[in-house]
């Protein structure tokens, strides 16, 4: 007889690694180890305890009595109905049947051989995956593979279920990643196009400038090969060297430069693919685009991504990727780091942009969900829901038809077709068809404020993605991630960002500098425009008149400093070029802005901010960032062909629909800059961007091409 109180490896599993251990502790048993080897041994020991209890009932009952015949006959069949009720429970206890994936595919290849039938019927993959959950106790007996494919078989026969087995899946819980997991995988039918001259101006800015002789049409063809897999740390890699358990995951920097522990994923393409486009004819100011080029086959794309996710927070902390195009010769290298999950509007609505060509992590979308056929649910933006059982590989699973709720309403369409097996963390096949189209935004599923914001955030045209994904081969890795532990040294949240108090709004007119390291900084070259009342007469009444300063930027790279400052006021706005002199300044060039591309004169819209200078030591300090440290740092400065400057951002003119928002009517500061060079044979421009107010880095994009 079985105790009650004993659990049950299914409740073992629910439970953290600190009561486990306690457990343990408790059982006298040894408490080191990761999760399943705690929970291994605690059943070990429940079955134990188990025979024992059983073997002394033995003992006492035969020294009690010699049974007779007659009793011997009822035993028989009092022992006979214990078995047949021991057989019904365990065909009626899902758990028993679903928990152990290995069980039950021994179970579907026994029932194949059994049966022949004209229809082909794939003979579903064992899994590579070790069971977990069974162990020397009662629960792997009943789920041995002798006995399952038994009960199965004697089901199937007797209840003439074979066609409902066939073609139905056992519910199963999506497998979560574990260190050292790897899948390879096939890309075919992908096709990457964008239309519209104004979207194709806004992927060019995002390529610094990779596109700049490519006018309204874009479009790229492509297959090719990839590869994820979720890397295994050593214990080097630990903040505390007592965090053992731990073991597998790596250090990795936040966006203010902190160190955490994080689970790394490294994804890798190479791919094949065919361009064409369209260029000006002529002198691209003439805005004649008309002359198709391509297609043009031969180039070759290769592209690494990692990304580093945040053990206990489960937040992503920052992604590394670099992409190499190669056309006969010509080399092209873009390398980005963002940190974070950005959050312009492409982004905001379809992240998938930024990542393409990633096989989706089957968790983070449906938890701890009992998937079945029929059922759905939302994850984010995404509405899924279960379709019929497939077949991917000769593996049995389900498909799960995926669209973006957002997207659907208003700017296109973002659908997802999923093929999971319950033996793989990610989707083993995936369709993508991605569209996001300004014309959309006016559709009747689109609210008035979406309308709004989309109307002044998307540029006219459209971009879309389209691909088919399909696992080739796969390996486990070992090792569980305790997700959500907490671990020793770890910093606080936010503990990293700047306390600016540059409070400019009321008054100021300009974010503040305060530089000492600069010649000329931006206090002074405001200084010189005030005091040129001729040479720039509308910027310098506009700031002594409630004006200010919404942008700027130097210049270092020619030996004396020159500002570049757009200014605005009520009425007008317009811009100036001023240069360091040796007693004075002098103005190079100005002009005024047209009125519809006028920003908003907002003062209560500026927020609080650091200074220029606080920033700029920021974005130089090795400990911090260290790769953009070393592209644009010399002697512990700021490089002189470094430029850096600021952008006020505020809401549009007040009594707009956007003031009857709360929280929308504040503005934000970003401060940004870019530094070009030439290093062994090629040519190298950076961009970066951070956060004004806080210090959080956004991230930098750095280009390299030998042309």
Same mark, same amino acid.
């Given at each position: 007889?079985?105790?009650?109180?004993?659990?049950?490896?299914?409740?073992?599993?629910?439970?953290?690694?600190?009561?486990?251990?306690?457990?343990?502790?408790?059982?006298?048993?040894?408490?080191?180890?990761?999760?399943?080897?705690?929970?291994?041994?605690?059943?070990?020991?429940?079955?134990?305890?188990?025979?024992?209890?059983?073997?002394?009932?033995?003992?006492?009952?035969?020294?009690?009595?010699?049974?007779?015949?007659?009793?011997?006959?009822?035993?028989?069949?009092?022992?006979?109905?214990?078995?047949?009720?021991?057989?019904?429970?365990?065909?009626?206890?899902?758990?028993?049947?679903?928990?152990?994936?290995?069980?039950?595919?021994?179970?579907?290849?026994?029932?194949?051989?059994?049966?022949?039938?004209?229809?082909?019927?794939?003979?579903?993959?064992?899994?590579?995956?070790?069971?977990?959950?069974? %162990?020397? *106790?009662?629960?792997?007996?009943?789920?041995?593979?002798?006995?399952?494919?038994?009960?199965?078989?004697?089901?199937?026969?007797?209840?003439?279920?074979?066609?409902?087995? +066939?073609?139905?899946?056992?519910?199963?819980?999506?497998?979560?990643?574990?260190?050292?997991?790897?899948?390879?995988?096939?890309?075919?039918?992908?096709?990457?196009?964008?239309?519209?001259?104004?979207?194709?101006?806004?992927?060019?800015?995002?390529?610094?400038?990779?596109?700049?002789?490519?006018?309204? !049409?874009?479009?790229?063809?492509?297959?090719?090969?990839?590869?994820?897999?979720?890397?295994?740390?050593?214990?080097?890699?630990?903040?505390?060297?007592?965090?053992?358990?731990?073991?597998?995951?790596?250090?990795? $920097?936040?966006?203010?430069?902190?160190?955490?522990?994080?689970?790394?994923?490294?994804?890798?393409?190479?791919?094949?693919?065919?361009?064409?486009?369209?260029?000006?004819?002529?002198?691209?100011?003439?805005?004649?685009?008309?002359?198709?080029?391509?297609?043009?086959?031969?180039?070759?794309?290769?592209?690494?991504?990692?990304?580093?996710?945040?053990?206990? *927070?489960?937040?992503?902390?920052? +992604?590394?990727?670099?992409?190499?195009?190669?056309?006969?010769?010509?080399?092209?290298?873009? #390398?980005?780091?963002?940190?974070?999950?950005?959050?312009?509007?492409?982004?905001?609505?379809?992240?998938?942009?930024?990542?393409?060509?990633?096989?989706? #992590?089957?968790?983070?979308?449906?938890?701890?969900?009992?998937?079945?056929?029929?059922?759905?649910?939302?994850?984010?933006?995404?509405?899924?829901?279960?379709?019929?059982?497939?077949?991917?590989?000769?593996?049995?699973?389900?498909?799960?038809?995926?669209?973006?709720?957002?997207?659907?309403?208003?700017?296109? $369409?973002?659908?997802?077709?999923?093929?999971?097996?319950?033996?793989?963390?990610? &989707?083993?096949?995936?369709?993508?068809?991605?569209?996001?189209?300004?014309?959309?935004?006016?559709?009747?599923?689109?609210?008035?404020?979406?309308?709004?914001?989309?109307?002044?955030?998307?540029?006219?045209?459209?971009?879309?993605?389209?691909?088919?994904?399909?696992?080739?081969?796969?390996?486990?890795?070992?090792?569980?991630?305790?997700?959500?532990?907490?671990?020793?040294?770890?910093?606080?949240?936010?503990?990293?960002?700047?306390?600016?108090?540059?409070?400019?709004?009321?008054?100021?007119?300009?974010?503040?500098?305060?530089?000492?390291?600069?010649?000329?900084?931006?206090?002074?070259?405001?200084?010189?425009?005030?005091?040129?009342?001729?040479?720039?007469?509308?910027?310098? &009444?506009?700031? &002594?008149?409630?004006?200010?300063?919404?942008? &700027?930027?130097?210049?270092?790279?020619?030996?004396?400093? #020159?500002?570049?400052?757009?200014?605005?006021?009520?009425?007008?706005?317009?811009?100036?070029?001023?240069?360091?002199?040796? #007693?004075?300044?002098?103005?190079?060039?100005?002009?005024?802005?047209?009125?519809?591309?006028?920003?908003?004169?907002?003062?209560?819209?500026?927020?609080? !901010?650091?200074?220029?200078?606080?920033?700029?030591? $920021?974005?130089?300090?090795?400990?911090?960032?260290?790769?953009?440290?070393?592209?644009?740092?010399?002697?512990?400065?700021?490089?002189?062909?470094?430029?850096?400057?600021?952008?006020?951002?505020?809401?549009?003119?007040?009594?707009?629909?956007?003031?009857?928002?709360? %929280?929308?009517?504040?503005?934000?500061?970003?401060?940004?800059?870019?530094?070009?060079?030439?290093?062994?044979?090629?040519?190298?421009?950076?961009?970066?961007?951070?956060?004004?107010?806080?210090?959080?880095?956004?991230?930098?994009?750095?280009?390299?091409?030998?042309?």
């Amino acid at each position: 007889m079985v105790d009650d109180s004993i659990p049950t490896a299914a409740q073992l599993v629910g439970l953290k690694v600190v009561d486990l251990k306690a457990m343990c502790k408790e059982a006298g048993l040894k408490i080191s180890g990761r999760k399943q080897e705690l929970i291994d041994r605690l059943l070990e020991s429940y079955a134990s305890e188990d025979d024992d209890i059983l073997l002394l009932e033995e003992d006492e009952d035969e020294t009690s009595q010699q049974p007779t015949e007659d009793d011997a006959e009822i035993e028989e069949e009092v022992f006979e109905a214990e078995v047949y009720v021991a057989e019904l429970d365990v065909e009626s206890d899902d758990d028993l049947l679903i928990d152990d994936e290995d069980e039950i595919f021994e179970a579907e290849v026994f029932e194949a051989e059994l049966f022949e039938e004209d229809e082909f019927e794939p003979t579903p993959i064992r899994s590579s995956r070790p069971n977990r959950l069974t %162990g020397g *106790s009662l629960l792997g007996t009943l789920t041995s593979k002798s006995t399952i494919a038994t009960l199965l078989v004697i089901l199937i026969i007797a209840g003439g279920g074979y066609w409902w087995w +066939t073609n139905n899946l056992d519910p199963f819980v999506a497998e979560p990643i574990e260190y050292g997991d790897e899948m390879n995988f096939a890309i075919s039918s992908g096709s990457f196009d964008v239309e519209g001259e104004d979207m194709v101006r806004e992927l060019d800015n995002r390529l610094n400038g990779a596109l700049s002789e490519v006018c309204e !049409t874009f479009n790229v063809d492509f297959t090719g090969t990839g590869n994820i897999a979720v890397a295994k740390g050593g214990n080097s890699e630990l903040l505390n060297p007592s965090d053992t358990d731990l073991v597998g995951v790596v250090q990795a $920097r936040d966006a203010y430069g902190l160190t955490f522990l994080a689970v790394e994923q490294e994804l890798n393409h190479q791919l094949s693919a065919t361009v064409s486009s369209k260029t000006w004819l002529g002198d691209q100011t003439d805005n004649l685009c008309s002359v198709p080029v391509g297609p043009i086959s031969g180039y070759s794309f290769a592209q690494t991504s990692k990304s580093w996710t945040e053990l206990t *927070s489960k937040a992503l902390l920052s +992604t590394h990727s670099s992409v190499t195009l190669d056309n006969q010769g010509e080399q092209t290298v873009v #390398e980005a780091l963002s940190f974070g999950v950005p959050d312009d509007t492409l982004s905001d609505l379809m992240p998938e942009l930024l990542l393409p060509l990633k096989p989706v #992590e089957l968790t983070p979308i449906f938890g701890n969900s009992l998937l079945e056929e029929g059922q759905t649910g939302t994850s984010g933006n995404w509405r899924w829901e279960v379709g019929s059982v497939i077949s991917v590989g000769g593996e049995m699973g389900l498909q799960v038809n995926m669209a973006h709720t957002e997207v659907e309403g208003c700017v296109g $369409r973002a659908n997802m077709v999923l093929y999971i097996v319950p033996s793989s963390p990610w &989707a083993v096949k995936q369709q993508i068809d991605i569209r996001l189209e300004k014309s959309r935004y006016d559709s009747p599923d689109c609210g008035i404020l979406a309308e709004y914001i989309l109307d002044r955030a998307l540029p006219d045209g459209s971009i879309s993605l389209q691909y088919t994904l399909v696992r080739t081969s796969d390996s486990t890795g070992e090792g569980m991630i305790d997700w959500q532990s907490s671990y020793g040294n770890r910093p606080g949240s936010n503990s990293g960002a700047l306390s600016g108090d540059e409070n400019w709004g009321s008054s100021g007119l300009h974010m503040p500098d305060r530089s000492d390291d600069r010649s000329w900084p931006l206090e002074q070259a405001i200084a010189c425009i005030i005091n040129q009342t001729l040479e720039a007469e509308e910027a310098s &009444a506009a700031l &002594a008149t409630g004006g200010y300063v919404y942008r &700027a930027t130097d210049d270092r790279s020619h030996g004396l400093t #020159e500002w570049n400052v757009s200014w605005v006021d009520d009425n007008d706005a317009g811009w100036v070029r001023v240069e360091e002199r040796t #007693e004075n300044c002098s103005v190079l060039d100005k002009a005024s802005i047209d009125q519809e591309d006028k920003p908003a004169h907002r003062r209560e819209s500026i927020p609080t !901010t650091a200074s220029l200078q606080q920033v700029e030591a $920021r974005i130089i300090d090795p400990n911090r960032y260290p790769i953009l440290a070393s592209d644009i740092a010399s002697g512990g400065s700021l490089s002189d062909d470094t430029s850096i400057g600021y952008l006020l951002t505020v809401p549009p003119e007040a009594s707009d629909l956007l003031d009857l928002i709360d %929280g929308l009517q504040e503005g934000s500061v970003m401060v940004f800059g870019q530094r070009e060079w030439t290093e062994s044979g090629m040519d190298n421009t950076l961009s970066y961007a951070i956060d004004g107010e806080t210090g959080r880095m956004v991230g930098w994009v750095k280009t390299s091409t030998n042309s």
